[in-house]
C-alpha cells in the first residue's frame, strides 16, 4: 500500500511537472509566433520602402516624410483612400505577374541553352 502511495504521489508530481512545462513551451510558441509576425511585417513595410524607391533617402528624412504623410492620410476622403489602395494594388500585382514571367522565361532559357542534360539544375 505505501509503495502505491509513492508511485501516486510521484506520478502526480511528474503530471504537474510536465504540465507546467508544456504551457512554457505553448507560450513560447506563441510569444515566437508574435515576433515572427513583427519581423515579417516589418520586412514587408521595408520592401514597400524599396518599391516606392525611398530607401536612397537618409533615415531622418524619411521618419520626416513619413509623418508629414500621416498628416496627409488623416484628412483624406475614404474616395481618395480607396483610389490609392487600387492603385497600390495595381502595382504590386504588376510586379507579382513581371517576377512570375521572369523567373519562368530565365528557367526556361537556362534549361534550353544547355545541352547536356539536367546539370543546370546543379
Not at 513560447?28 to 515576433?35: E, S
Not at 520586412?43 to 537618409?58: E, P, W
Not at 497600390?88 to 532559357?109: A, C, D, M, P, W
Request: net charge positive; charged share 25%; glycine share 4%.
Amino acid at each position: 500500500m505505501f509503495f502505491l502511495c509513492v508511485i501516486l504521489v510521484i506520478f502526480c508530481h511528474t503530471l504537474v511537472f510536465c504540465h507546467t512545462n508544456v504551457l512554457y513551451f505553448f507560450q513560447g510558441k506563441v510569444a515566437m509566433n508574435d515576433t515572427n509576425a513583427r519581423t515579417r511585417k516589418l520586412i514587408q513595410l521595408g520592401g514597400l520602402v524599396k518599391i516606392a524607391s525611398l530607401d536612397v533617402l537618409d533615415t531622418p528624412l524619411l521618419l520626416g516624410l513619413l509623418l508629414d504623410l500621416k498628416r496627409v492620410y488623416i484628412n483624406l476622403t475614404d474616395e481618395k483612400k480607396s483610389a490609392l489602395r487600387e492603385k497600390g494594388f495595381v502595382l504590386l500585382q504588376e510586379r507579382k505577374k513581371h517576377k512570375k514571367s521572369k523567373y519562368q522565361t530565365s528557367f526556361i532559357n537556362k534549361k534550353n541553352s544547355n545541352n547536356q542534360g539536367d546539370e543546370w539544375l546543379l
